[in-house]
């Protein structure tokens, strides 16, 4: 099975337990966060309010990702 979703379709849920980082809203923008961090590691200017609600429903609850490459696969998606 293909771990990465389809472009544009952020329906789908990582694995908490093996999440390296999260995504979440911080300060009205989409923020990368280490797993278990309360502080962004690094914020994006991705507005919030510029997504989808199914979109910024999944970053409330913190969008799982397991290494770098599904964050920046996520941020592209989110961000265009």
Do not use: H, Q
């Not at 544009?8 to 990582?14: E, I, M, N, P, R």
């Not at 910024?56 to 941020?75: F, I, K, M, Q, S």
Request: charged residues 30%; aromatic residues 6%.
């Amino acid at each position: 099975a293909d771990a990465n979703p389809a472009a544009g379709d952020l329906s789908w849920t990582g694995s908490v337990e093996d999440a390296e980082f999260f995504l979440r809203e911080y300060d009205g923008c989409v923020a990368v966060f280490a797993a278990g961090e309360n502080s962004p590691m690094t914020m994006t200017d991705i507005d919030v309010k510029s997504l989808r609600e199914a979109d910024r429903a999944l970053l409330n609850a913190g969008l799982p990702c397991e290494n770098r490459d599904e964050v920046l696969t996520l941020l592209e998606d989110l961000g265009s």
